[in-house]
Structures are given as C-alpha cells and as structure tokens.
C-alpha cells in the first residue's frame, strides 16, 4: 500500500545513502548479503561501509565483466550479492555475463545500476547511458525495475533480500523528487496510479515521475483530466493497467529518462498493439548520446521536461 505526498519536494536523503544504509544494516543484522562494487565506493556512499565491514564489501576494481563473474560464483555458495556499478557498465560494458552468469544460470544476484540517464551529468556522453534497461528486458528472466524516490528505493531493497533471481534496478545516485510517503510498500510488477484522470494517461518511471505529474496539474488548469501511473517495474511490465487505462482515456503518453526506443515507451506500445490499439506519444531520448551539462540542461536539451510532456498530450488531445 502506497500514498503519494501532497507537493513535490526533494528527498531528505541521497539514493546512494539509501542503499549503503541498507547494506550496512544487513550486514551487522548477519544476513549472508554481500556487496560488490567497480571502483565506485565514493560515488555510492560505500567507503565507509567497506572501512567498518572489509570482509562484507568487495571491490573488484574497474573490471564490470569480472564483477559480474565473482557475484555468481558468491550466489553459489548462498550469500546474496548486490553488485553496483554505473548503468552504462551494468549494463553495456558486462551484457555477456548478465546473459551467461547470471539469467541463463538463474544465479541469485542483484544489479543496482545508478546515474540513470541524465543524471549522469557531468560525466558525460559516454557514461550516460540511454539503453540500458532496453539492454536487460530483452534476457529471458531478468526483472527490470527503475526506483522513484528514496521511500521506494529502500522498500525495494529490503525485498531483494527474500526475492531470488536477477533483478536489474536502475535509480540515481543524488537526491530523487519525493513521490512517496514514509512507510509505503510497493508490489513489483504493478504499476502505481498516482492520480486519476478520464481523457489522457500519462505512464512514467524514474525522475519522469514527478514531470509527469506537473504535466498533469498543467493539464487540470486547462481543463483536461489526466491520469498518472508510476511504471517502476519495466519487466514485467502491468498489462492490466494499461489496457485498463487505454480502454478508459483513449490516449497514451509515456515518459522515460531512456531512449524512446526499447525501453518504457516500447514496452507499452507492445501491450498496446495486442490488447488495446490507442493512440499513443513516447516523450524520451531520440537518437542522441549525452554530453556534459547539468540535470536541467539536461532534460531541457533531450526533451525530458514536463512541457515536453505537456506538448506530446497536447498533439493527442487534439485529434
């Protein structure tokens, strides 16, 4: 059960924090976690974990293929790894071993992929990935998810630790827009419906989200009723509402800090095409590599803005 706040606002606490608490707390609770990092420890809040708990965190060093073959191996003997790396290198520099050693053996491990998109910022184009999670639906059992704030991120977490099988979840590294309130759970593999709406639907992920929301209070002030539906699972994705939502507005806008091209977009327009043909608009990153800048310049420059969103719905809206 999940309640959304009342006015978008920052997280008090870094996703990164999120996570090294997680792990830190799992660790001295004597769980069999154990945490597996590429020469990232700085950049995920780990350093001090590693300091306090050597024997519980790895560092493989800037090798992600190699990474990936150390959590198998670790899986087999019944500990839990998280590895964490950027989602460039979870997921492009490493696909043969995610394929190899992880969903084709069915090794038990979990893949925390920060600096989603964008976010990347000023390490530029070629950390910024925009097909990753295109990457990692297209294996057989992997479970896809992109986390929205802090509130879901450690709920997810904390599920992890029971769940078995590769799970793949992409989330930023700095402070996430609250979406959440404290104590909200989430069930993966169901999309969130944040706000209901009668004659638009707007389907987002990650820091889409809260642009899709503001799109949303701007399309109320011009008397258009939107809906809003937070799909942070990608794989497997919630076909029920997204025909229950095709069959209700008639329109569809997805919204992703992602190439528009196999990622959210893609998957809904496949729901679509064999369940409930709608118009649709995907409003994400169109054949472009990332560069340099700030978040704003960013979302701005790749047309990840909620009036970006608000002109997608408008092209829809007036057929």
């Known amino acids: 059960m999940f309640n959304v706040v009342t006015e978008l606002e920052n997280d008090a606490i870094e996703m990164r924090k999120v996570y090294a608490g997680m792990v830190r707390r799992q660790i001295e609770a004597d769980t069999p976690i154990i945490a597996l990092e590429a020469d990232l420890m700085s950049s995920m809040a780990m350093d001090g974990v590693h300091k306090d708990h050597p024997r519980h965190v790895i560092n493989c060093g800037i090798m992600e293929a190699n990474v990936i073959g150390v ?170 509402i997204i025909k229950t939502y095709a069959a209700k507005t008639g329109k569809i806008v997805t919204c992703e800090n992602h190439s528009i091209h196999n990622g959210l977009g893609s998957a809904v327009a496949e729901v679509l095409a064999e369940e409930c043909p709608v118009p649709m608009r995907r409003v994400g990153v169109k054949e472009r590599y990332g560069q340099v800048g700030t978040q704003a310049f960013l979302q701005q420059e790749y047309g990840l803005t909620a009036e970006h969103i608000l002109e997608a719905a408008g092209q829809l809206l007036q057929k």
């Open 71 to 240: 959590s198998a191996g670790l899986a087999l003997t019944g500990r839990v790894p998280f590895v964490h790396t950027f989602t460039a290198f979870a997921s492009r520099r490493c696909f043969d071993q995610l394929f190899m050693s992880l969903d084709y053996q069915r090794n038990n491990v979990k893949v925390i992929a920060s600096d989603a998109g964008v976010t990347a910022c000023h390490n530029g184009g070629t950390h910024m990935s925009f097909e990753d999670m295109g990457i990692v639906r297209g294996l057989a059992h992997s479970v896809v998810l992109e986390v929205t704030d802090a509130t879901m991120f450690a709920d997810i977490l904390q599920q992890l630790m029971d769940l078995q099988g590769f799970y793949w979840v992409r989330t930023i590294r700095k402070q996430a827009t609250r979406i959440y309130q404290d104590g909200s759970r989430f069930t993966i593999g169901k999309g969130n419906l944040l706000r209901d709406g009668d004659d638009i639907t707007l389907i987002a992920n990650g820091i889409m989200v809260a642009e899709a929301l503001k799109a949303a209070q701007m399309l109320e002030q011009r008397g258009v009723s939107a809906a809003v539906i937070d799909m942070f699972t990608l794989k497997p994705i919630d076909r029920d």
